[in-house]
T-cell receptor
């Protein structure tokens, strides 16, 4: 059975460039979450989707970050004008439904390095 | 200030030995507390999940405890194996997850 997959696994980009990170959730999971994990830290919430809509985007650090989930399945995290401080592992997770009762299953992450 | 604090930051133990990891949190109220294991280069994987009314939960050699009065949790690893080498993250859930920074455990032969 397929778990959460993320592509690419690694991305190196130059400061100021635009990047897109993709997440394929577990089939049938309606909730999808994006987290950012800096070295030596736990994941930090960015945004979560219930279906196609962003139910909570309060964790996005600024307007350079944007995420979409147009068909309620695959999601793309988009970062404009990347900065060196954006370097981190970006984790995606999905759950059958949102809420505390449902387990979140994490993907392996995309390691973003901004040079 | 992080609402979930873990200690120690890292520890090294010999294979076969036991260890206990600590988690203090200030998130209130909360729905449940979870412990995740994160291998290097992988996403976190759930070990245990406890509601505020539960005191202990086991998953094989992993046993988590929760004291909701003192807002403390612990994860005990029994008879450690080399494959237990990983980061262990305490997560407190209330609508969304608040993660601790993790404890890095290294098991040596």
């Amino acid at each position: 059975g397929a778990g959460v997959s993320q592509t690419p696994s690694n991305k190196v980009t130059e400061k100021g460039k635009y990047v897109e990170l993709r997440c394929d959730p577990i089939s049938g999971h309606t909730a999808l979450y994006w987290y950012r994990q800096s070295l030596g830290q736990g994941p930090e919430f960015l945004i979560y989707f219930q279906g196609t809509g962003a139910a909570d985007d309060s964790g996005l650090p600024n307007d350079r970050f944007f995420a979409v989930r147009p068909e309620g399945s695959v999601s793309t995290l988009k970062i404009q004008r990347t900065e060196r401080g954006d370097s981190a592992v970006y984790l995606c997770a999905s759950s059958f439904l949102p809420g505390d009762s449902y387990e979140q299953y994490f993907g392996p992450g995309t390691r973003l390095t901004v040079t | 200030k992080n609402q979930v604090e873990q200690s120690p930051q890292s520890l090294i133990i010999l294979e076969g030995k036991n260890c206990t990891l600590q988690c203090n949190y200030t998130v209130s109220p909360f729905s449940n507390l979870r412990w995740y294991k994160q291998d290097t280069g992988r996403g976190p994987v759930s070990l245990t999940i406890m509601t505020f009314s539960e005191n202990t939960k086991s998953n094989g050699r992993y046993t988590a405890t929760l004291d909701a009065d003192t807002k403390q949790s612990s994860l005990h690893i029994t008879a450690s194996q080399l494959s237990d080498s990983a980061s262990y993250i305490c997560v407190v859930s209330h609508y969304k997850l608040s993660f601790g920074a993790g404890t890095t455990v290294t098991v040596r032969a």
